[in-house]
């Protein structure tokens, strides 16, 4: 069993994509994300579940979201943790309105770092599993200090992404481009050691994922699908399906990756203003990138989520991203009601 290091130095030398900069970044991420799950784990022992804030103004972050504790803890020790390796040129996070420069007593980087730092917050104070997403792009060269108009390249330019899933075990699922692999934390060596290669999921599958709760926000190739499923054996698929929803984009992801599925946040009449609810940048690429990378698909309903070209760093859209063979159905289905012009 080899540690998170070997294997990038491994990666260097076969295939070149990681470079010492971009190995030196996803250690520092996995260092981060160690420290994340030791705040995570100590729950109410740690004084830091609730909400942010004072009790008569709980703090809320630029999605217009309550802030809990934890997301504020998780996103300055991601910021902290890259500050001074010389790396990264900037990061950019979900909790804040703008990118992060890197402060000028340390070297820049050529890369940028995006990262949803706590996603599925709202589900700590029930200790339910939560994760940290990242993303990294290539910064500009030609700038010294980037701006907001650099972070947004389409999903296709990432060079590496992964998430860390904080569950009965801390583990880290990360490509950069050659396979997606999943690393799982040794508490006890304090290192993140390689225990899934080339994770593959399967091509069809029986369970689905999505909040049942908004059927009736849903546009109607959403209904149509969803309701073929439901109708098992006796419906148009011919056989059942079964459904898991954690609410926790990260938990339901990782179990994708692990056995298959699809999971699935649509646009509805909720969201339509909005582009959808997950964010682009630092949730939807991210994800596609390492759904892609194990052999699955990942759309909005209408495109590949890799080929959007971003408008704005906090940008949202829908996803539908797991088992291919689903991903592709779903997404007829909606290309067929657009073509027939009805929603
Ligand atoms: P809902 C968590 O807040 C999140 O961003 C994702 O992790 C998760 O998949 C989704 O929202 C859950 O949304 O509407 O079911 O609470």
Not at 180 to 205: C, K, V, W, Y
Not at 296 to 315: M, N
Request: overall charge negative.
């Amino acid at each position: 069993m080899i540690s998170l290091t070997q294997f990038l130095i491994e990666e260097q030398r076969t295939h070149g994509a990681v470079n010492a900069d971009l190995r030196l970044l996803i250690e520092v991420v996995a260092r981060a994300c160690k420290r994340i799950s030791i705040a995570v784990g100590k729950g109410a022992l740690g004084g830091v579940l609730g909400e942010a804030g004072t009790a008569d103004s709980i703090s809320v972050n630029v999605q217009g979201e309550a802030q809990k504790k934890l997301d504020v803890i998780s996103n300055e020790i991601l910021l902290e943790a890259n500050a001074w390796g010389g790396h990264l040129a900037a990061c950019a996070s979900e909790e804040m309105q703008d990118p992060h420069p890197i402060p000028d007593a340390y070297p820049k980087g050529n890369y940028l770092l995006l990262f949803d730092p706590l996603d599925g917050s709202s589900n700590i104070d029930v200790n339910i599993s939560v994760g940290t997403i990242f993303s990294v792009l290539r910064a500009n060269d030609d700038r010294a200090e980037p701006n907001t108009q650099d972070f947004l390249q389409p999903g296709t330019s990432q060079v590496a992404a992964g998430y860390c899933v904080y569950g009965p075990s801390t583990m880290l699922v990360l490509t950069t481009g050659h396979g997606a692999h999943a690393f799982t934390l040794d508490r006890e060596l304090g290192s993140f050691m390689l225990t899934a290669r080339n994770l593959r999921i399967p091509q069809d599958t029986r369970e689905f994922a999505i909040n049942m709760s908004n059927r009736r926000f849903w546009e109607a190739p959403m209904r149509r699908y969803i309701d073929e499923l439901l109708a098992g054996t006796e419906g148009p698929r011919g056989k059942d399906f079964n459904m898991r929803w954690v609410a926790s984009m990260v938990a339901d992801v990782h179990r994708i990756l692990t056995r298959g599925g699809i999971f699935i946040y649509p646009i509805d009449s909720k969201t339509r203003e909005q582009g959808g609810k997950l964010r682009l940048m630092y949730e939807a690429n991210p994800m596609a990138f390492i759904v892609e990378q194990a052999g699955g698909a990942a759309s909005t309903g209408r495109e590949r989520i890799l080929e959007v070209t971003p408008q704005k760093l906090h940008q949202r859209v829908p996803v539908f991203l797991g088992s291919k063979n689903e991903v592709e159905i779903a997404t007829q289905y909606h290309h067929a009601a657009d073509e027939a012009g009805f929603i």
